[in-house]
Nanobody, 120 residues
């Protein structure tokens, strides 16, 4: 069994910063791509940032220059440092990880989400 758990959300004023963490645990053989998505009320879930196992990154245009994704491969953990937050960044943030289990079965695993609220 594999678990993906996010933490670090909360309420922050515009211009502030938050750091999200996402840890994968359980019957893991390897963790490949990891990413952060978000879903605001009434909107579709959208990609925020993603990082490959080798560290290559990709960002949504709306967060470039403000957010930084990074990972600790030894800990199967991905981070999202969010600076210069804006009210439009308010959403539930979800972590996604492409994980190969000990049975060598690949799958896309999601966390339960963490709320980020940016007040103006």
């Amino acid at each position: 069994q594999v678990h993906v758990v996010e933490s670090g959300g909360g309420l922050v004023q515009a211009g502030g910063s938050l750091r999200l963490s996402c840890a994968a645990s359980g019957s893991i053989f390897s963790v490949n791509g990891m990413g952060w998505y978000r879903q605001a009320p009434g909107k579709q879930r959208e990609l925020v940032a993603q990082i490959t196992g080798r560290g290559s990154t990709n960002y949504a245009d709306s967060v470039k220059g403000r957010f930084t994704i990074s990972r600790d491969n030894a800990a199967n953990t991905v981070y999202l440092q969010m600076n210069s937050l804006k009210p439009e960044d308010t959403a539930v943030y979800y972590c996604s990880a492409i994980i190969v289990t000990l049975l060598r079965v690949p799958g896309d695993y999601w966390g339960q989400g963490t709320q980020v609220t940016v007040s103006s």
